[in-house]
């Protein structure tokens, strides 16, 4: 699967369709959304697990700037990433602590990690949230997608799983050291709103707001 492409059966909806909602101050009619910047070029940057690529824009005034944006290996093959929000049969969520480098410490994280290329979002799915908790799902379902962030180029997939059970077997890389934890949907929700808790917030909240939790 492409990052371009969007999982069978899936209605999802494309980068940059706002579906033309909402409207301007005091109820007035919508304005019309700014001009996109025209891509001149891209070359290398940064070449490592991340990669920074150099972008030049020219802007809708004439005017060129450059860019900075990040994603993956450039030779790695892979273009997206999955985040799954697992559900037990009893409703609890399974949650994994883990250190991250970036804010330096053990965090609590949802389960998910890169899409193989050529794989199927769902079964990235499936295979991270088994090789990451040990756990199975009956069922899992890719319920959106979104940016990584507004420099990425990456699209992060995010899907429910559900009838998560202890019944497989974790399968860690080198450098991780997952701790399968479940939460209650309550202590989930704590954990969200406590500063710097969580990474991967907005997958989770998507994925709340999927399955009807928020």
């Not at 033309?20 to 005091?26: A, L, W």
């Not at 199975?136 to 998560?164: D, H, M, Q």
């Amino acid at each position: 699967m492409t990052a371009e492409s969007t999982p069978a059966g899936e209605s999802l909806s494309p980068a940059g369709d706002s579906g033309g909602v909402g409207s301007g101050p005091n109820g007035s009619p919508r304005p019309a959304d700014p001009e996109p910047w025209v891509l001149l070029e891209e070359k290398p940057g940064f070449d490592g697990f991340l990669t920074v690529k150099l972008r030049r824009y020219r802007l809708p005034d004439g005017r060129e700037v450059d860019w900075d944006v990040f994603g993956p290996e450039l030779d790695s093959g892979f273009s997206s990433g999955v985040t799954v929000l697992p559900l037990t049969p009893e409703g609890r969520i399974v949650t994994i602590r883990m250190f991250r480098a970036g804010p330096d410490q053990v965090v609590t994280n949802l389960p998910g990690g890169l899409v193989d290329p050529g794989e199927d979002p769902e079964a990235g799915g499936r295979r991270e949230l088994e090789e990451e908790t040990g756990y199975t799902c009956e069922s899992i379902e890719v319920v959106g997608w979104l940016w990584a962030s507004s420099s990425s180029v990456f699209r992060k997939y995010v899907a429910i799983a559900r009838g998560c059970r202890p019944d497989g077997q974790q399968h860690l890389d080198e450098t991780e050291d997952c701790v399968p934890v479940e939460l209650t949907v309550d202590e989930f929700r704590t954990e969200l709103r406590k500063p710097g808790q969580m990474t991967g917030t907005d997958a989770a909240y998507v994925a709340l707001d999927h399955a009807g939790l928020l």
